[in-house]
């Protein structure tokens, strides 16, 4: 019933911009906090940055000041506006929402492929 629908990746040059969105559709009885997570071949998954229902943000160090999470509660919709793109950004880009009153479920997307070519 839940599904996390990702849309934005792509490839792009170093110095150039990409804006990811995610809409989480189904019946959520509450959405506590979304976010982006990325993960690079051979590596664990981390955080990019995540937003809460009051607005809060949190972001990686990596990508402070270039990178942007934004949200629609209406929408159930989350966006990641990622300027200034590294090759090192380079991952798969995953969507998450946590739901619940206690935060106890967990959604994942699927995933989309961001490459930065140098």
């Known amino acids: 019933q839940v599904q996390l629908v990702e849309s934005g990746g792509g490839l792009v040059q170093a110095g150039g911009s990409l804006r990811l969105s995610c809409a989480a559709s189904?019946?959520?009885?509450?959405?506590?906090?979304m976010g982006w997570y990325r993960q690079a071949p051979g590596k664990q998954r981390e955080l990019v940055a995540a937003i809460t229902s009051g607005g809060y943000t949190n972001y990686a160090d990596s990508v402070k000041g270039r990178f942007t999470i934004s949200r629609d509660s209406a929408k159930n919709t989350v966006y990641l506006q990622m300027n200034s793109l590294k090759p090192e950004d380079t991952a798969v880009y995953y969507c998450?929402?946590?739901?619940?009153?206690?935060?106890?479920?967990?959604?994942w997307g699927k995933g989309t492929l961001v490459t930065v070519s140098s």
């Open positions: 998450n929402t946590l739901a619940g009153p206690g935060g106890e479920l967990d959604y």
């Open positions: 189904g019946s959520i009885f509450r959405i506590n906090a």
